[in-house]
């Protein structure tokens, strides 16, 4: 493929807070902490950074936001922001930088404090004179779910319960992981009897809000071996963008993301997958409610359109089965503070390929993806990358 990023890069270093509540913590002081663990992770120090980029979406203070607290004075740090794909979009930036061979060792972050921002949630759009004049995001999803049980014909009670199978799942793998938020196991029956947020989802049915940073080192791939014996190479990073019909619109048929599939698409043909199902290992997607997990599996081919429930009743995403989806526990567990989300997902593959992640090891992983979906279903930025060995 004419400009591959294929195997040209590697990362051999990452760091990940525990997401959450973080009171005690300010934006400096979860930096900190994961360029460090980063630093440690690949054996080296400040002096070896030659450029950084640093992913979020409400820090005003652009570069500074990190090179302040690292005292990384004097170089270059540039501040990128793609909705919920800004972390994914650090590394973007920092993987191209290195493979265009500007840069030898790059350094990518991304984070957010949104619990200091005394919002219950995510800030709203702004009214528009359109198909949507006001909006939610659950409302939003509520739709897609509601389109989704009608045109697949699911009642409200087989739909219902595909997505508290999605909830358990995920809920099942963060309980297994330190650095999430909500470390707690839920039944169906716990999911299915939750106070509704916007019908058909529930308050277990959308993951949270949360403060976090994540950060990687990244190298060219023929220098990765010098900074430890198990880099994890890049295979695709692919951004795809949307002409906002479904805002425009009144056909729009909300049971898929556009953006997703051909986003899935290119990263698929960059990385030489030609059967995902088979050939991806595992998966961390954009799960900011169960529906969007349950879609995300079609868009991405892992199920046939309109058949993923067939596959989350086989067990086919849990931990132990034939593709893991959310192993670390997902947004539903993380919560999401938008610029560290893409990283920390990258974070759960690079750990699992390296065999790193205790229990919730996969077996003999090959190929992970990640996928980030920024903005409202209808008008999505999406982002998908592949990382392997």
């Not at 400040?46 to 640093?54: G, P, S, T």
């Not at 997902?330 to 990283?343: D, E, N, R, T, V």
């Given at each position: 493929m004419p400009g591959s990023i294929k195997d040209r890069v590697a990362i051999v270093g990452m760091g990940c807070t525990k997401f959450g509540e973080l009171w005690e913590k300010g934006p400096s002081d979860m930096i900190v902490e994961v360029v460090n663990e980063a630093y440690a992770d690949a054996g080296v120090g400040?002096?070896?950074?030659?450029?950084?980029?640093?992913g979020t979406l409400f820090s005003g203070f652009g570069g500074r936001s990190v090179s302040e607290p690292l005292r990384m004075q004097y170089k270059p740090v540039t501040r990128v922001e793609n909705a919920c794909g800004s972390g994914t979009e650090a590394v973007r930036g920092a993987a191209y930088a290195v493979a265009a061979g500007i840069y030898n060792v790059c350094l990518a972050v991304g984070f957010e404090k949104l619990k200091d921002a005394g919002l219950s949630g995510l800030p709203g759009m702004e009214n528009r004179t359109n198909t949507h004049y006001q909006q939610t995001n659950p409302g939003i999803f509520a739709i897609m779910a509601t389109r989704y049980f009608d045109r697949y014909g699911l009642s409200p009670e087989e739909g219902k319960t595909m997505l508290a199978r999605i909830s358990v799942k995920s809920h099942h793998n963060g309980s297994l992981n330190p650095k999430a938020h909500l470390r707690r196991e839920l039944t169906i029956e716990q999911v299915l009897n939750a106070p509704i947020i916007a019908w058909p989802l529930g308050l277990f049915d959308c993951c949270g809000v949360s403060d976090g940073a994540a950060a990687a080192v990244i190298t060219r791939a023929d220098m990765a071996k010098k900074f430890r014996p198990?880099?994890?190479?890049?295979?695709?990073?692919?951004?795809c963008t949307t002409p906002t019909s479904g805002r425009l619109t009144t056909d729009y048929d909300y049971t898929h993301v556009e953006e997703a599939y051909r986003a899935g698409i290119a990263a698929y043909a960059e990385a030489g997958v030609k059967n995902p199902r088979k050939e991806i290992s595992m998966a961390e997607v954009h799960d900011c409610f169960s529906i969007t997990e349950a879609v995300t599996m079609e868009d991405l081919q892992f199920s046939p359109r309109g058949r993923v429930k067939e596959d989350i009743e086989a067990g086919v995403f849990n931990l132990d089965g034939e593709l893991p989806v959310?192993?670390?526990?997902?947004?539903?567990?993380?919560?999401?503070?938008?610029?560290?989300?893409?990283?920390?997902m990258l974070y759960e593959l690079y750990l699992q390929l390296q065999g790193r992640a205790d229990k919730r090891q996969i077996k003999e992983p090959r190929?992970?993806?990640t996928h980030n979906m920024g903005n409202e279903p209808y008008a999505p930025t999406v982002s998908v990358a592949i990382v392997g060995l």
């Open positions: 400040e002096k070896d950074i030659e450029a950084v980029w640093v198990d880099p994890v190479y890049i295979k695709a990073l692919q951004i959310q192993p670390d526990g997902g947004l539903k567990c993380f919560g999401h503070p938008i610029g560290a989300s893409g990283i920390r190929l992970g993806i």
